[in-house]
């Protein structure tokens, strides 16, 4: 069954600091990918999304990805991060329909 | 352009009672239709999809339904409401698989 994991439920770091959120999907194909963020109280907004080429994926807010085929990985950095960051953060796939992951929390100390 | 309307934005039921939520799409065609719900710390769960009118796959055994009587329109049902149908749902669509999901306002459902 297609199904994708986020290792980290909750994740603090300090402003300015770097961060790396995981993401693995289960399945033999290479879905599509992307990263959504969900600011509290908010919709889902589109961070960046793969589903060919260059495997390493710039995105909005200075986000990036990097899919990893040899890991069914495809997991989201951004090297300083702002304390407007701290939101909920979500991998998902598709391949015939579009499954999320259960989201990493992001907490951001100043 | 493309809007999605999901209404009502908040309910209130009794266990028992029957549901109806719906979901319509404009500016766009033959659009791949989602419903989810939303949990604290457990992401979105699909519960189900439609790539056409009357083309429903369901995603998780429970007590709701869904149909999609136009093309353009995607509704969730209950016949009986259970204390566990409590949630944040969400209406989306998505024109095809490389792009991304538009989503709709969410419905607040309480059971009570």
């Known amino acids: 069954a297609q199904s994708v994991t986020q290792p980290d439920i909750h994740i603090t770091v300090s402003e300015g600091a770097s961060l790396e959120l995981r993401c693995n999907y289960s399945y033999g194909a290479t879905p599509y990918l992307f990263w959504y963020v969900q600011s509290p109280g908010q919709g889902l907004q589109l961070l960046l999304k793969?589903?060919?080429?260059?495997?390493l994926v710039q995105g909005i807010k200075g986000f990036e990805a990097e899919f990893k085929r040899s890991q069914s990985s495809f997991n989201l950095r951004k090297p300083s991060v702002h304390w407007s960051d701290a939101a909920e953060y979500f991998c998902a796939v598709t391949y015939d329909k579009v499954i999320f992951g259960p989201g990493t929390s992001l907490s951001v100390i100043p | 352009s493309q809007t999605i309307h999901q209404w009502p934005a908040t309910l209130v039921q009794p266990v028992g009672s029957p549901l109806s939520l719906e979901c319509t799409v404009e500016g766009t065609s033959n659009p791949n239709l989602y419903w989810y719900r939303q949990a604290a710390g457990r992401g979105l769960q699909l519960l189900f999809y439609?790539?056409?009118?009357?083309?429903i796959s369901s995603e998780v055994p429970q007590n709701l339904s869904a149909s999609r009587p136009q093309d353009r329109q995607f509704i969730l049902s209950s016949k009986k409401l259970l204390l566990s149908d409590s949630g944040f749902y969400l209406c989306?669509?998505?024109?095809?698989?490389?792009?991304?999901?538009?989503f709709g306002s969410g419905t607040q459902l309480s059971v009570l």
């Open positions: 793969y589903f060919s080429g260059d495997t």
């Open positions: 439609s790539v056409g009118i009357g083309q």
């Open positions: 989306a669509w998505q024109g095809s698989p490389n792009e991304k999901l538009f």
